[in-house]
Every structure is written in C-alpha cells, then in structure tokens.
C-alpha cells in the first residue's frame, strides 16, 4: 500500500497524481559501509621533578682500590618525576558504499529503536579531558 505525503493510504496512484506530480512514499532497506581510521597518538609535555629524600653514594667493593689515580663511586638521588601524557585518537572516515535492500510500501522495521531506550547505558566508556562522561 502507498501512502501520500500526509500518511493516507492509496489504493491507485492515479487518482492522486495532479499537474505538478504525484505524492507517495516508499521505504527502501540499505546497508551503509564506511571504512573507519583510527590514528592514536600521545602528546608529551613537559616532566616535572622533586628531589626525595637526601641524595646518597652508593658503593661497589671493586672500586675501593683507586687505579691510575683515580676514586670511583656512584651518587644516587630519589625523585618523584610527574610526566603528563595525554592520549588522544583521530578516527576519519572514507569513501561510503551502500548495499541496496527491498523496496516497499510499508513502514520501516523498528529493531533498532530497541538500543535507544531511555535510561539505557552504553556499552562504550566516553572520555573528556579526563573526565568520565555518563
């Protein structure tokens, strides 16, 4: 069955076509593919360091006989070093192609209107600045 643009249903399209065409609508069943790139990347910035603790040497017993006249010995100091990293990806898409379904005059299906329930989570974890978004 045919529908005009206001839903009514037409039994022969002829007697609904005027001077400047005819109204109806028609469904058709398409599968939409596009290929997705996604480019992750880091942003590094600039290292910030604390000095813990004291400074201290740190001994080897091979090293107790200087040689050639010269003393060895290793300093060794504690830091706390903060290293911002921000991780981030840019998805770009390409060409898209389509597979052509059914035709018709009914109504499309519903099946996927069933993942937009409201009060329904996504499966997926979404991020801004760090900051998780619900």
């Not at 706390?80 to 990806?89: L, Q």
């Not at 499309?108 to 978004?133: A, L, Q, V, W």
Request: net charge negative; aromatic share 8%.
């Amino acid at each position: 069955m045919f529908k005009d643009k206001h839903g009514n249903n037409i039994e022969e399209l002829e007697g609904f076509c005027n001077g400047d065409g005819c109204d109806v609508t028609v469904y058709q069943d398409v599968d939409l593919c596009v290929p997705i790139t996604v480019e992750p990347y880091v942003n590094l910035h600039n290292a910030e360091v604390e000095c813990i603790d004291e400074p201290y040497i740190v001994t080897n017993p091979n090293w107790a006989k200087g040689r050639n006249g010269t003393c060895r010995f290793n300093l060794a100091q504690k830091l706390c070093i903060m290293i911002p990293i921000e991780f981030k990806a840019k998805a770009t898409s390409g060409p898209t192609s389509v597979i052509c379904g059914e035709i018709s005059d009914e109504g499309c299906p519903t099946g996927c209107d069933d993942e937009n329930e409201p009060g329904r989570k996504s499966p997926f974890n979404f991020y801004i600045k760090g900051r998780k978004i619900d």
